[in-house]
Structure formats: C-alpha cells, structure tokens
C-alpha cells in the first residue's frame, strides 16, 4: 500500500500525430509533485499513463498499489501535456471512475482543471487544485490522510456544503519554493520503455528536463493558467549534476530542456557551461528560447556544452505584428540570431504564429519571404484563433465592425471545437474577407458551401492547407515545413 498514486490523462496513443512523430518523454510536472510529496515524507507511485493503457493497466495499478489517493496530476512542462485536450479529459474521467470503485478520493491539477474547475468536480473529482500546486498538494494530502477537512488551502476548488463549488483564499496557488524542490525521482520512472520507443524511432535515446519554470515575458496572446508571468531558475551546478546523472547513469544520448525559455539569464548560462564542463556532462540538447537571447557569447557557451537546437518564438515575419503581440522583439533580433546559431553549428527552428487579430495577407507574405531568406533548419506552425471569453480586437477592429477587450490566447485544437460558434465568424472576418485580406479573396466565406456549425472546422482546415501550400510553394527543398496546428 501506498499513501498517494500519481497519475495523468495524456497517452500517445490517443494521438496518432505524436505517434508518428514518436518523441515520449516522461512527465516532469507530475514528478516534481512526487518529489514534493516524498520531502514531506508520503510514499508515493507513478502509473505514467504516456506509454501504459489507461484502462485495464491503470485498474491493475489501483489493485497493486492500494492507495489512499490518486491524484491525477498533470505535466505542466510539456506542450503536448498542457494542452488542454478533450481526449485527456475522457482519460481523467475514466481514471476517476476507476478510483471512486474503491471509494478512494481523486485530486486534479492542470492547466484544464485550472481554467475548468467545476467540469472536473462534476466528473467526480473531489478536489482541484490551480495554479503552482506542489505545496497546495502536500497540505491537502496532509489533511485528508490525517482526516481533516481541508480548509484555508489557497488555489483549492472543491464542492462545499451548500454544493457549490467553492474556492480557498487565493484563486491560484503559487510555490516560490520550486526551485528548492528536490529533482524529479527517477525510480517511478519506466526508462527501458522510453529507451525502447526513441531507440526504435529514432536511433538515440533522449530525456527531458528543465532549468526552469515560467516566462516573464508578456505576449499578449499567451495563455499562463499555472506560473502566469513568474519565473524561477534551479541552481546551475543543480541542472548540470541531474544533466550528469543522465548521461552517465540512465544512458540517455540527447536532452530536451522543456523551459518556456531557456538562456534567459545570460550570467546563469556561463556558469552552467562551467558546472557541465566539470562533470564532463555535456550532451545534445535542444532548447526553446528568444532570438533576443541569443548574443554571440550566449550561443558560443550554448554550443559548449552540448546545444545542437535552438527553438526560437519568432511567430512572424512582419515587424507590425509583432508589435501588436507585444512580443517586445525586433526582425533584426531574429536575424543576427539565425546567422550566429548557422555560424556555431546549431540547428535553428522557428515557431510561426498565423492568423493573428488583424494580420493581412501582406503580413504572411512578409513572414514567408523572412523564412525564405533566412533559411532555418525547421519550423512548426500554429494557428491563432479566440476563446469564447471576449478578446482584444484593438489593432484590427475596424476590420470587424466591433469593439472587444480581454486577452487573446492560441490554444489547441480541440478548444477550437468548444471556441467556433464565438470564434470562427470573427477569425473568418479578419483573414477570409477580400477587404481585410485581399490575398486570399480566392477563398472568401461567401464561396464555401453552407455547413452546419459543428462543421466549420472544415473552413478552417482548408485554410491551413492553402497557406501549407503556399508555404511549401515559396521554400526552399532544404527547408521541412513543421507541425501545422
């Protein structure tokens, strides 16, 4: 028997994109809770649901493990994770069910729960827990073990007396202390299996890890339900010993860093790459950071100690847009950065952003014409679209007719399903209209056959296969066109 069973709702199979792609790794968020639960002294297990079936293997789990909670708990570093998909909320649904079999009470944590707390309590789930959760954890767990009734737990949601959902003192809860967490137990994890799946894939087997949590920076189209704009960074001696022990240990032959952003303390990089040199720990590895980081002495000390990839938020070619985002980033910037990653022998890869609030076909054409000529080694590509909630229109409302305010967020797929009713007419508005985007008048809503609601996603997939090809049409053999959505 063990006090606490720790679990989450992302399994690759259930994404056949990511299965073709075929990159696990392990889910650093739900291991840093461990971590927490261990210092304050509970036993814990993992039933690390990216490579083990949900179902019958998760029920098997219950029976061996016997715990008194199960807390489903999600990685709050890995994109893919974060997400916020209606597959993994089928998967947590169907986690709880199997839990409240035994009458044990479940805890959920995630950017969805986050944002949705009361669809979770009304699956099942006894208690949310928001925001920066690994305190808020071990003082809920500590309550209920020994119990109490959990009160005064700030960023906890659960049903109260009256049957409501109610809230603790804080809306979301925060944990300046991560930094002095200790570092993600490896035990709990199954290696061999993720060795197997990247060896057979790929040929190399690769681990992820973080130096750090959070961005500070303030994209305004950014959703941050967990860290919002806090950032904190582990000791560097600290990520260059877990780096070490990688290496020399588990055998891992390549690292991915899931930091928002990684370098972002150039002081902290020089001595990162001392602390690596020493411990002979240098590996591959692959970084997501700001072209603006990215100085002649950052990318020379990156290069050190192990960089072969650089994953840049460049989001557009047009400097207009990103001025509307916010990014607080210059072309030029981007630029210098791509030519001094060439120049080092790091592989440079562009995050590209479309269809952001007012951005016109000129815009896309300059963003094509900026990846033509910079030649990076990869991009990826997502598409901007509204929430339900209301969002800022301020650049390109005369476009719309309308005056709206709130934040503006990219999000996933199957957030566009619940967003399109609100959403899509406004989307369509900005990039589909000959006023607005005299380019793509070729496809104007007027031209698509009429669909019911539920299918308008149709309309917005034809449009991203039209700038795949117009992408794909512009450059050049040497460049791979990335994830589309």
């Given at each position: 028997?063990?006090?606490?069973?720790?679990?989450?709702?992302?399994?690759?199979?259930?994404?056949?994109?990511?299965?073709?792609?075929?990159?696990?790794?392990?889910?650093?968020?739900?291991?840093?809770?461990?971590?927490?639960?261990?210092?304050?002294?509970?036993?814990?297990?993992?039933?690390?649901?990216?490579?083990?079936?949900?179902?019958?293997?998760?029920?098997?789990?219950?029976?061996?493990?016997?715990?008194?909670?199960?807390?489903?708990?999600?990685?709050?570093?890995?994109?893919?994770?974060?997400?916020?998909?209606?597959?993994?909320?089928?998967?947590?649904?169907?986690?709880?069910?199997?839990?409240?079999?035994?009458?044990?009470?479940?805890?959920?944590?995630?950017?969805?729960?986050?944002?949705?707390?009361?669809?979770?309590?009304?699956?099942?789930?006894?208690?949310?827990?928001?925001?920066?959760?690994?305190?808020?954890?071990?003082?809920?767990?500590?309550?209920?073990?020994?119990?109490?009734?959990?009160?005064?737990?700030?960023?906890?949601?659960?049903?109260?007396?009256?049957?409501?959902?109610?809230?603790?003192?804080?809306?979301?809860?925060?944990?300046?202390?991560?930094?002095?967490?200790?570092?993600?137990?490896?035990?709990?994890?199954?290696?061999?299996?993720?060795?197997?799946?990247?060896?057979?894939?790929?040929?190399?087997?690769?681990?992820?890890?973080?130096?750090?949590?959070?961005?500070?920076?303030?994209?305004?189209?950014?959703?941050?339900?967990?860290?919002?704009?806090?950032?904190?960074?582990?000791?560097?001696?600290?990520?260059?010993?877990?780096?070490?022990?990688?290496?020399?240990?588990?055998?891992?032959?390549?690292?991915?860093?899931?930091?928002?952003?990684?370098?972002?303390?150039?002081?902290?990089?020089?001595?990162?790459?001392?602390?690596?040199?020493?411990?002979?720990?240098?590996?591959?590895?692959?970084?997501?950071?700001?072209?603006?980081?990215?100085?002649?002495?950052?990318?020379?000390?990156?290069?050190?100690?192990?960089?072969?990839?650089?994953?840049?938020?460049?989001?557009?070619?047009?400097?207009?847009?990103?001025?509307?985002?916010?990014?607080?980033?210059?072309?030029?910037?981007v630029r210098a950065a791509r030519q001094r990653l060439k120049e080092f022998g790091i592989?440079?890869?562009?995050?590209?952003?479309?269809?952001?609030?007012?951005?016109?076909?000129?815009?896309?054409?300059?963003?094509?014409?900026?990846?033509?000529?910079?030649?990076?080694?990869?991009?990826?590509?997502?598409?901007?679209?509204?929430?339900?909630?209301?969002?800022?229109?301020?650049?390109?409302?005369?476009?719309?007719?309308?005056?709206?305010?709130?934040?503006?967020?990219?999000?996933?797929?199957?957030?566009?399903?619940?967003?399109?009713?609100?959403?899509?007419?406004?989307?369509?508005?900005?990039?589909?209209?000959?006023?607005?985007?005299?380019?793509?008048?070729?496809?104007?809503?007027?031209?698509?056959?009429?669909?019911?609601?539920?299918?308008?996603?149709?309309?917005?997939?034809?449009?991203?296969?039209?700038?795949?090809?117009?992408?794909?049409?512009?450059?050049?053999?040497?460049?791979?066109?990335?994830?589309?959505?």
């Amino acid at each position: 028997m063990v006090d606490i069973l720790l679990t989450h709702s992302y399994h690759l199979a259930y994404d056949q994109k990511q299965v073709r792609k075929m990159q696990p790794y392990r889910p650093l968020g739900t291991l840093y809770a461990a971590a927490a639960l261990r210092d304050a002294g509970f036993s814990v297990a993992l039933f690390d649901t990216m490579l083990s079936d949900p179902d019958m293997e998760f029920r098997r789990s219950l029976a061996h493990h016997d715990p008194k909670i199960v807390v489903i708990y999600e990685d709050d570093f890995n994109f893919l994770t974060k997400m916020c998909l209606t597959r993994m909320r089928e998967v947590a649904w169907h986690l709880t069910d199997a839990a409240k079999e035994r009458e044990i009470p479940v805890i959920a944590h995630g950017s969805d729960a986050t944002d949705h707390p009361e669809l979770f309590l009304s699956h099942g789930i006894d208690y949310v827990l928001r925001g920066e959760a690994e305190q808020t954890l071990v003082a809920l767990c500590t309550d209920l073990i020994k119990g109490r009734t959990p009160t005064e737990i700030g960023g906890l949601v659960c049903i109260g007396d009256s049957g409501d959902a109610t809230s603790g003192d804080r809306a979301l809860s925060r944990n300046p202390d991560w930094t002095t967490l200790h570092q993600p137990p490896t035990d709990l994890t199954d290696f061999s299996s993720y060795r197997h799946a990247w060896k057979k894939a790929h040929g190399y087997f690769s681990v992820n890890m973080v130096s750090s949590r959070g961005c500070p920076y303030q994209c305004n189209w950014c959703a941050k339900p967990i860290s919002g704009n806090k950032f904190q960074l582990r000791a560097a001696s600290v990520v260059a010993e877990e780096m070490r022990q990688f290496k020399h240990e588990a055998g891992a032959e390549h690292i991915w860093f899931s930091d928002d952003v990684f370098a972002l303390n150039r002081h902290w990089v020089q001595e990162f790459v001392s602390e690596v040199s020493q411990r002979a720990a240098a590996l591959p590895f692959k970084i997501q950071s700001r072209a603006d980081l990215m100085t002649e002495e950052t990318v020379a000390a990156l290069r050190s100690a192990g960089c072969a990839e650089v994953w840049m938020g460049v989001e557009s070619g047009s400097q207009r847009i990103l001025d509307a985002m916010d990014k607080g980033l210059n072309i030029s910037s981007v630029r210098a950065a791509r030519q001094r990653l060439k120049e080092f022998g790091i592989r440079a890869g562009y995050f590209l952003q479309f269809g952001y609030p007012g951005e016109h076909w000129s815009d896309l054409q300059e963003t094509i014409a900026f990846v033509r000529n910079t030649r990076p080694d990869d991009i990826g590509i997502s598409f901007s679209y509204p929430f339900l909630a209301p969002f800022s229109m301020s650049a390109c409302g005369h476009n719309l007719g309308r005056n709206a305010t709130g934040p503006i967020a990219m999000t996933c797929a199957s957030c566009f399903k619940q967003s399109i009713r609100a959403g899509f007419i406004v989307l369509s508005a900005m990039l589909f209209t000959q006023k607005s985007t005299p380019g793509l008048s070729m496809v104007r809503a007027s031209r698509w056959p009429r669909l019911p609601s539920n299918d308008c996603g149709t309309r917005y997939l034809f449009w991203s296969r039209l700038v795949k090809i117009q992408m794909q049409s512009n450059l050049s053999r040497r460049t791979r066109v990335g994830r589309l959505g």
